[in-house]
């Protein structure tokens, strides 16, 4: 690895899109969402009619698709196998399945094999849920977005046509007790990150707390 790495990992409806897109567009750098690999995977695996309650199934056949990510944070472009599914990936059928997806060792090796890849040249700020514990431990500025319950779920509902606040809540609840508890590269805060609280903060307030850390680290 060479270069600067910026590694943003957190909850769903932290922050780390906004945050992460915004850093890197401050200083001109990359800009990766290992996220959108997870549900380009889950996407594929639906559109195939993989049984996602079966581990098995989908480790046999995750493999198969091919997954582009752009690194444009103006644009982050997500394709598989050639086919353009930035929106389809937010879809509530893939939100809802992502989770048991990306808990199966087999699509980990391969994604994280392929981010790392991308991360290698360095000068690129990511966001995901592993970043600085297993996928670049070694970035230059590491940082764990958090937010309480509500903030989140007020967040991402915003996002969102026809849900609701509690609705959202329960589900991100569902969605943090199967990424933080599952057996591979469980969500947790990496030796040597900074936590960073953004309930109360701006989204300009949290990219600028970045950009600090950001110099003081180099």
């Known amino acids: 690895m060479t270069g600067l790495v910026v590694a943003m990992d957190g909850p769903s409806g932290s922050g780390k899109s906004s945050v992460s897109r915004g850093v890197a567009r401050a200083l001109g750098l990359r800009y990766l969402d290992t996220g959108a690999m997870y549900r380009a995977m889950t996407w594929w695996m639906l559109q195939q009619g993989v049984d996602l309650a079966d581990p098995a199934a989908i480790a046999a056949r995750c493999?198969?698709?091919?997954?582009?990510?752009?690194?444009?944070?103006?644009?982050?472009?997500?394709?598989?196998d050639g086919v353009d599914v930035a929106g389809s990936i937010r879809e509530a059928d893939v939100t809802g399945a992502v989770s048991a997806v990306a808990a199966v060792p087999e699509v980990r090796t391969r994604l994280v094999a392929r981010?790392?890849?991308?991360?290698?040249?360095?000068?690129?700020?990511?966001?995901?849920?592993?970043?600085?514990?297993?996928?670049?431990?070694?970035?230059?500025?590491?940082?764990?977005?958090?937010?309480?319950?509500?903030?989140?779920?007020?967040?991402?509902?915003?996002?969102?046509?026809g849900s609701t606040v509690e609705a959202q809540q329960a589900d991100m609840a569902r969605r943090d007790n199967l990424d933080s508890t599952r057996k591979t590269d469980p969500l947790s805060m990496a030796d040597g990150a900074v936590e960073l609280d953004t309930t109360a903060l701006s989204l300009e307030e949290v990219i600028a707390e970045v950009l600090s850390l950001v110099k003081e680290r180099t």
């Open 115 to 161: 981010q790392r890849e991308i991360i290698g040249a360095g000068d690129i700020v990511v966001e995901g849920r592993d970043i600085g514990t297993i996928v670049c431990p070694g970035a230059t500025v590491k940082v764990y977005l958090t937010a309480s319950a509500e903030a989140r779920a007020r967040r991402r509902n915003a996002e969102l046509a």
């Open 63 to 80: 493999g198969e698709p091919r997954i582009d990510s752009g690194t444009d944070p103006d644009g982050p472009a997500i394709h598989v």
